[in-house]
């Protein structure tokens, strides 16, 4: 790839705020061809990170959102019936094999337990997908890398990453951004001003508080955009905040009392 490519790619990247050095991590990462492992609460950022990085390295991308019901041939691809004649197809990972792409796992713990057994070969030194339906089997092209992301706090016991996966994988641990840099983030993304912004983060912090609590999880950092951006658009504050940043998170309506009056404490 040369140089020029990769500027383009740069320019045209989905914005992102870095953290830490996580920027210069993935990209050694890439060139060394190593698979990648996003540790991180829903919502902070892992997705647009690696949609950032890929279009800065100007290296095709595969998303493939992990659930319950992702079995391996759904990675890897399967014969489908094409006028008349049975012709195989690719999966998304298959194909990021093939052309040197990066495919990323999102909530890869969330998959069916097969789909781990088929990374093991792509995430040593042997680089390499076995196809058992076609017989082949594909040394990964150069450019290839596995990034996979779950949410550590989440999982309950039957659904978390063996040691022996993990341990394949360099990981970086996310979290949601210093409110600074969480503030300059919303602006960017929403339009609306530092001043009004400011609040909003705030409140979004004292409703991480109580995870684990009243909730299961706090609030992202993509749900304060929303509300902010409804707010650059009219809405009253109140309402907003309802709309993107409590009826997101609970259907209790105790709760919901809860969290209003939390509103009113921060907003008077």
Not at 5 to 12: M, Q, R, V
Not at 58 to 80: E, M
């Amino acid at each position: 790839m040369n140089a020029q490519t990769k500027l383009e790619g740069a320019a045209k990247a989905p914005f992102y705020q870095p953290q830490t050095d996580e920027c210069e991590l993935f990209e050694v990462a890439a060139k060394q061809d190593l698979p990648l492992l996003l540790k991180g609460p829903t919502g902070c950022g892992k997705t647009r990170f690696v949609a950032h990085m890929a279009a800065k390295l100007g290296r095709p991308l595969y998303t493939v959102a992990c659930h319950d019901d992702l079995s391996a041939a759904d990675l890897i691809g399967r014969y489908l019936l094409k006028g008349g004649e049975t012709v195989w197809v690719d999966g998304p990972l298959t194909r990021a094999v093939r052309e040197g792409a990066i495919c990323y796992l999102d909530e890869v713990v969330e998959a069916r337990k097969d789909v781990t057994v088929v990374l093991h070969p792509l995430t040593d030194d042997r680089r390499i997908l076995p196809i058992d339906r076609t017989g082949e089997e594909l040394e990964a092209a150069p450019g290839f890398m596995l990034v996979a992301s779950y949410n550590p706090g989440y999982q309950n016991i039957l659904k978390t990453l063996k040691p022996s996966t993990r341990q394949r994988f360099l990981s970086i641990e996310f979290d949601f951004p210093a409110m600074d840099h969480e503030v300059a983030i919303v602006v960017r993304e929403s339009g609306l001003d530092e001043n009004r912004v400011r609040p909003l983060v705030r409140l979004a912090a004292k409703l991480r508080d109580l995870k684990g609590q009243d909730l299961e999880e706090g609030v992202s950092t993509r749900l304060i955009i929303y509300a902010a951006s409804l707010i650059r658009d009219g809405m009253p504050v109140e309402r907003a905040i309802l709309a993107a940043m409590i009826e997101p998170l609970t259907d209790d309506a105790d709760v919901k009392q809860g969290l209003l009056d939390l509103v009113t404490a921060t907003f008077g």
